[in-house]
């Protein structure tokens, strides 16, 4: 029997957005619709274990107290090491206690899909996009000889796009003001940080890419200057006032409106100085 490479794609809510799951491989039908079961019954076990919004769950009770971190789950200390470690490569910025409270979301999301990603890799679906909320991982090709396009999203029009970025084994995150206002807080301040609407940074560890968009955007405009200093990611800002800036390697597709031109409300599209 000849197997034919075909598309699932399925989106669930889980963690406060929606999930989407496109897989592409040579698997019997019902196999693929299982492998796409695993992964959102990973999302939904991390939304319990990790949700600040759940008064039982795991982070929920370590927050309050009412469990000490050796009495967590394995996941919950992974998190909170790794955590650790990128507040002290963020130079604190990255801090899951900025707001007062315990929240590691600005890791989790991209973590959960990370991991949600290397399973489908594992189990054979080696071509496949996991998207939660706009922290994207792609692995392998939606169809021979293509790449996966990712749109990242205007700033202040939503049925717009900045860029389109275009690659196989992508990793993605945006994080930004204009869906959940100012909740990224300046550690240093203590006070909402509000300079950049829009940070995407991509990377080959998504996890580690998403807590560096919620740093830049703690930083404010320094950020720009920090994420130009970062080997092996690229990055696109948006800022308040409108400007427009991209690092050089920035995967834009190739055909189709230049950055400029979709940015639209942002009227400039400039390069972010890198360090080679």
Known sequence: MTQTHFLVRRSVAVMGTVATIELRDSFAGGEADRLVDQAFAWLAEVDRR????????????????????????????????RCADLWRTTDGYFDVYAGGALDPSGYVKGWSVQVASERLTAAGAVDHLVDAGGDIQTRGRPAPGLEWEIGVRHPWQADSLCWV?????????????????????????????????????????????????????????AGMGWLASLPGHECGVVTEDGRCYRSDRLPVRATGASAKERAGTAPQAEGIGRRV
């Open 165 to 221: 970025l275009s690659g196989t084994d992508l990793a993605v995150a945006t994080s930004g003001t204009y869906e959940r206002g100012l909740h990224v807080i300046d550690p240093r301040t203590g006070r909402p940080a509000g300079q950049l609407r829009s940070v995407t940074v991509v990377g080959r560890d998504l996890a580690v890419a998403d807590a560096f968009a919620t740093a830049a955007v703690a930083m404010g405009e």
């Open 50 to 81: 990790f949700s600040t919004y759940r008064p039982d769950s795991e982070i929920s009770r370590l927050g309050r107290g009412d469990l000490r971190l050796a009495q967590c789950s394995p996941d919950v200390r992974e998190v909170l090491g």
